[in-house]
Each structure stands twice: as C-alpha cells, then as structure tokens.
T-cell receptor, first 111, second 112 residues
Framework: GAGVSQSPRYKVAKRGQDVALRCDPISGHVSLFWYQQALGQGPEFLTYFQNEAQLDKSGLPSDRFFAERPEGSVSTLKIQRTQQEDSAVYLC?????????FGPGTRLTVL | GDSVTQMEGPVTLSEEAFLTINCTYTATGYPSLFWYVQYPGEGLQLLLKATKADDKGSNKGFEATYRKETTSFHLEKGSVQVSDSAVYFCALNSGGYQKVTFGTGTKLQVIP
C-alpha cells in the first residue's frame, strides 16, 4: 500500500472495556512496531515484530496489553480492561532497513 | 539506556527567521539519528536522517549534522515559513532491530 494505515482513528471506551487497534503496514515490510504517545510527549516503544514473531515486548506496560501479527502482515494491539491511564495515541510503524514509517495513529480515550 | 534530550518549546518565530532546535543524545554504539515532524492532526513523518558521524541530513530546507564528538544532532532552517508550524521530534535507534527512542518534542509556531 501507499503507507501505514491504522483503524479506528478514534476510539472511546468506558473503563473496563476491551479494545482492539489495527495496523496495516507497508506491503513487504518485515518489521512492525507499536508505540504509545501520551499527550505532549514523544512516542514510547511498546513492542516489535519481525514477520509474525514478536521479538520484543518489553515496552508493554502491563499484562492487559497484548499484540499479535499472525500472518506477518496486519497487526492488532489489544488492551483488556482499559483504564484511564491507557488514554493515549497508539502509533504503528513499519520499516525497511533503518527507517520507520508511521501510521496516523489511533487516539484512545478511556472514560 | 538510550535517551534523547531536545530543547523545550514552544518556540515562536516570525516568518523568514532562522531556526535552531537543539538535540543531544546518549546511546550505545553508533546510532542512526532522525528528525520526525508531526503537523497538526497528522501522523509522524520522517523529515531527515543521518546514519554515521559527520553525515548531514537535509530535506525541505531543514538540515542537521551528526556530531559524534558532542553527541548532538541540531535541526536548522535558514528561513522558516508559516507552514513549518508543527511539533519536531529528535530520535535515534541503536538496536539491531531499529527500536527508536524519541525526545519529548519541540513545538514550533511560525507567525506571519
């Protein structure tokens, strides 16, 4: 595709609900990353995939956060039992060589 | 661990003024350095990059030089435009799989 796409662009959830955020990377990109960007801050690393393998999940803030990429293309970030502190923009990026290309993000608001 | 420190904003400049946004870093090995830009309501876009010491990245009139001796990667532009108003993020990666560490961002506002 032309770029990284993410859906939904905006998500409002009530505290305690589960949410699923989708990322479609650039076609052919092996590496895929998820970041969390709090208001007024820079993005912070959550997790990394190489093809379907999740090689680093050290940035996931709790076991309520789960990510998958079963066929090595589309990825889903799932947050269970959402809390207010989960409110942020969730960014997906795919990369070739040493440059990451970011999607527009999903803005999650937990009420 | 890796870290990036950039000057706090907001930075307010008049159109055609000279821009410098300072960025310093701490990293293991020999990181690649980046500037990303985030325009209002849009996602992060790569502005420029440099992959080794003394390299100069440039794009759209913006420049930054990889200075290993001072661990810096300052962003400059000779004459800013209103359309340059955005948040600018300095970033690096030094991991084998390109995990990127970002600074906190500097908001630039250019007034006519």
């Amino acid at each position: 595709g032309a770029g990284v796409s993410q859906s939904p662009r905006y998500k409002v959830a009530k505290r305690g609900q589960d949410v699923a955020l989708r990322c479609d990377p650039i076609s052919g990109h092996v590496s895929l990353f998820w970041y969390q960007q709090a208001l007024g801050q820079g993005p912070e690393f959550l997790t990394y995939f190489q093809n379907e393998a999740q090689l680093d999940k050290s940035g996931l803030p709790s076991d309520r956060f789960f990510a998958e990429r079963p066929e090595g293309s589309v990825s889903t970030l799932k947050i269970q039992r959402t809390q207010q502190e989960d409110s942020a923009v969730y960014l997906c990026a795919s990369s070739d060589l040493d440059t990451q290309y970011f999607g527009p993000g999903t803005r999650l608001t937990v009420l | 661990g890796d870290s990036v420190t950039q000057m706090e904003g907001p930075v307010t400049l008049s159109e055609e003024a000279f821009l410098t946004i300072n960025c310093t870093y701490t990293a293991t090995g020999y990181p690649s350095l980046f500037w990303y830009v985030q325009y209002p309501g849009e996602g992060l876009q790569l502005l420029l990059k440099a992959t080794k010491a003394d390299d100069k990245g440039s794009n759209k009139g913006f420049e930054a030089t990889y200075r290993k001796e001072t661990t810096s990667f300052h962003l400059e532009k000779g004459s800013v435009q209103v359309s340059d108003s955005a948040v600018y993020f300095c970033a690096l990666n030094s991991g084998g799989y390109q995990k990127v560490t970002f600074g906190t961002g500097t908001k630039l506002q250019v007034i006519p």
